[in-house]
């Protein structure tokens, strides 16, 4: 672009929006209701955003139903299992409690939201709440909730996410093999061979 990008004030924002309704806010609790529970019992997915100095992570968290455990109505904990390692999510708690949990349910158009100040566990009686078969995770991740809400499945409709029509062919896209090889540089591995084990990893190494 040519010419400077000009942003928005929070008063020029103020002009733009209205103010949020009043049922929607009377709506935001600070600790689980029975109703937050039923959905939080059927959760298998959420993305997790936590921050600090050295930067900002969404990370997506997927598991059976009931990997969201309640510890009591203001605190919840669910297992870190693995993934590439990087466990940016972990080291931005250390330095910063802050998250965000955002739960996608398939098949309904509805988001839950948990907002609180989350630590990292290794306490047995928390592990033990979490196992998936007989795999135990390293720690587990246990969040102290301020605020608890739902939101619109607007986004949800717009991107047809549950329309099976939808779908993106998989060949309309680079596999994940021949952005390795590009973007990592490796030379001793074909986009192939990285595909065939990604695909099994996906599939078998859901836990190790």
Not at 67 to 87: E, Y
Not at 176 to 185: D, F, I, R, S, Y
Request: glycine share 8%; hydrophobic share 40%.
């Amino acid at each position: 672009m040519d010419a400077p990008i000009s942003f928005l004030s929070d008063d020029d924002l103020n002009l733009l929006y209205g103010p949020p309704g009043e049922l929607v806010q009377r709506a935001i609790t600070n600790h689980l209701t029975d109703f937050h529970l039923d959905y939080l019992r059927q959760a298998t997915f959420f993305v997790i955003a936590s921050g600090a100095e050295n930067g900002l992570d969404a990370s997506p968290r997927g598991g059976s139903p009931g990997m969201v455990q309640m510890l009591d109505r203001k605190t919840v904990c669910f297992a870190d299992w693995p993934g590439n390692n990087r466990i940016e999510t972990l080291r931005n708690i250390v330095r910063d409690k802050r998250v965000g949990m955002l739960f996608i349910f398939p098949g309904l158009d509805i988001f839950m939201r948990i907002n609180g100040r989350a630590g990292i566990t290794t306490d047995d009686r928390v592990l033990d709440m979490l196992l998936e078969g007989s795999r135990r995770p390293k720690t587990a991740i246990v969040v102290a909730i301020d605020d608890v809400l739902f939101h619109c499945g607007k986004a949800i409709n717009r991107a047809g996410l549950w329309n099976p029509d939808k779908a993106i062919d998989r060949k309309s896209v680079a596999s994940p093999g021949v952005m390795m090889k590009q973007l990592a540089e490796v030379e001793d591995l074909s986009a192939e061979d990285f595909d065939a084990h990604y695909a099994h990893a996906m599939h078998n190494e859901l836990y190790e």
